[in-house]
């Protein structure tokens, strides 16, 4: 069985390039080529050695069964990440979110009240984690725009005002 090639296509929503995906299952090999078209990686061992961090940090490996690292990489790429830094923290989101629901399987089915709470408690410290990394993804995709001025000159009847300027009566 040959590798079927994979197509980026123009997502319609975000305008980024996402997997037009057409197999179910999907090789490591084809995963590492899409990664590499998808964030333009010159090289396709750090697509490998990303894959493999994402494979393990989801609690995963090469001995898992298939159809979970391709839920995990496809999940992975769905977050469409736009450079390696986007691509490892999204990452570690998907294996903070994986290790929490986890969590919370192993609460539901305790049978004590004491190992209920304790891993009901760490899958609640997972989930704030979880908010943090994805505002600090938000605030990385969204980096303010700052505006430098170097130099500012006056005629004599000018004034310059610094700090924020707003309309009077407020």
Not at 31 to 36: P, S
Not at 72 to 85: C, F, G, S, V
């Amino acid at each position: 069985m040959t590798a079927q090639p994979i197509s980026l296509v123009r997502s319609e929503d975000t305008g980024g390039l996402v997997a037009d995906i057409s197999n179910d299952v999907l090789s490591l090999d084809q995963w590492e080529g899409l990664l590499t078209r998808q964030l333009n990686l010159n090289s396709p061992q750090l697509a490998k050695s990303l894959l493999r961090d994402t494979i393990n940090a989801c609690g995963l490996s090469r001995q898992s069964p298939v159809e979970d690292i391709n839920a995990t990489l496809h999940a992975l790429l769905m977050l469409q990440p736009k450079d390696i830094l986007e691509l490892q923290l999204m990452a570690q989101m998907l294996s903070v979110s994986r290790q929490s629901f986890e969590l919370m399987g192993l609460a539901a089915g305790s049978l004590s009240i004491e190992n209920r709470e304790l891993y009901l408690g760490f899958s609640t410290r997972l989930m704030r984690l979880y908010t943090r990394q994805l505002e600090t993804l938000g605030k990385y995709r969204h980096k303010p725009q700052v505006i430098r001025i170097e130099k500012v000159t006056m005629d004599g009847n000018s004034q310059a005002v610094f700090g924020t300027a707003g309309s009077g009566g407020q």
